[in-house]
């Protein structure tokens, strides 16, 4: 089992920036490829960002490239997700996800564990 909780989300401003967090317990977190996805009212669960247990594998939706970086400390068995210049349609719930491979994906299907989520509000 891998438990899995996100922090950091919150209110900001368009063109702001957070980072959330993503810190994992349970089997070797290294083991694991992770991933980003969000959720905002009325919609379906999107993919942001993903992670392989190298760092070197970091695929991104596009509407993350450029402004969003992922990123894990696997010392630290904790995940990052950076995102600059905010917008209004950034808003949603982020989760991360936790997959048994060291290879990232971007379906939710692949992913074997979630956290609950932490909500990011942009406001215009």
């Known amino acids: 089992q891998v438990q899995l909780v996100e922090s950091g989300g919150g209110l900001v401003q368009a063109g702001g920036s957070l980072i959330l967090s993503c810190a994992a317990s349970?089997?070797?977190?290294?083991?694991?490829?992770m991933g980003w996805f969000r959720q905002a009212p009325g919609k379906e669960r999107e993919f942001v960002a993903a992670?392989?247990?190298?760092?070197?594998?970091?695929p991104y939706a596009n509407t993350a490239k450029g402004r969003f970086t992922i990123s894990r400390d696997n010392a630290k068995n904790t995940m990052y997700l950076r995102m600059n210049s905010l917008e209004p349609e950034d808003t949603a719930v982020y989760y991360c996800?936790?997959?048994?491979?060291?290879?990232?994906?971007?379906?939710?299907?692949?992913?074997?564990?979630w956290g609950r989520g932490t909500q990011v509000t942009v406001s215009s």
């Open positions: 996800a936790a997959r048994a491979s060291v290879t990232p994906s971007t379906s939710a299907n692949d992913y074997n564990y």
């Open positions: 349970g089997r070797t977190f290294s083991s694991y490829a």
């Open positions: 992670i392989g247990w190298s760092s070197s594998n970091t």
